[in-house]
């Protein structure tokens, strides 16, 4: 079980916004900034949103991150069947001296 | 760009050492500004971070609770790489193992091709 806690997975139809929780606590998203990764089917995970909120270059802005507290939300706006892929929510944890992630979130865009 | 170039055997016996070895190409493993991380995916265990080697002044280590006593990851200046090293493996080992290049404040941005790595005698 992670300490970064997603939902299994989520779902919504094309066109539109779906969003994506991870909840941890104060020793990892309560003080630390959170990254999040796309994986697609037979692919290594690929960077989507750093430093809480930036996105890398090539990234759209359908993807943002909301942060309060010991959580993140990440959201997925104009919703595309090419989104449908595994995302997972990232942090350094100040307590364990490690990086960790979120147990990923399957989304389906039906 | 900078591109990571994975190497190593697909198959380690249980007990043994499973070792693998990373090729950077863009950038430098003594940069002072990025980490060097090797990350695994198993459909038991999922994304799982297992450590890193970094570069300031000097070389430091981060090393995950759940390997911290067989792990080892060593950067080679002279060849720009950078190893894994993770012995005593048994089956809950056998998993996607990932190079990868970032930091917590820039994300993990830059990984490997992966390497399936299967614990089998």
């Known amino acids: 079980q992670s300490v970064l806690t997603q939902p299994p997975s989520v779902s919504a139809a094309p066109g539109q916004k779906v969003t994506i929780s991870c909840s941890g606590s104060?020793?990892?998203?309560?003080?630390?900034?959170v990254s999040w990764y796309q994986q697609l089917p037979g692919t290594a995970p690929k960077l989507l949103i750093y430093d809480n909120n930036k996105r890398p270059s090539g990234i759209p802005d359908r993807f943002s991150v909301s942060k309060s507290g010991t959580s993140a939300t990440l959201g997925i706006t104009g919703l595309q069947t090419g989104d449908e892929a595994d995302y997972y929510c990232g942090a350094w944890d100040s307590s364990l001296s490690a990086f960790l992630f979120g147990g990923g979130t399957q989304l389906t865009v039906l | 760009q900078v591109q990571l170039q994975q190497s190593g055997p697909g198959l380690v016996k249980p007990s043994q050492t499973l070792s693998l070895t990373c090729a950077i190409s863009?950038?430098?493993?003594?940069?002072?500004?990025?980490?060097w991380n090797w990350i695994r995916q198993s459909p038991s265990r999922g994304l799982e971070w297992l450590g890193r080697a970094y570069f300031r002044s000097k070389w430091y280590n981060d090393y995950s609770v759940s390997v911290k006593s067989r792990i080892t990851i060593n950067p080679d200046t002279s060849k720009n790489q950078f190893s894994l090293h993770l012995n005593s493996v048994t089956p809950e080992d056998a998993a996607v193992y990932y190079c990868a290049r970032g930091t917590a404040r820039d994300g993990v941005a830059v990984w490997g091709q992966g390497t399936t790595v299967t614990v089998s005698s």
């Open positions: 104060s020793s990892n998203i309560g003080n630390n900034l």
């Open positions: 863009g950038d430098s493993v003594s940069s002072n500004s990025t980490a």
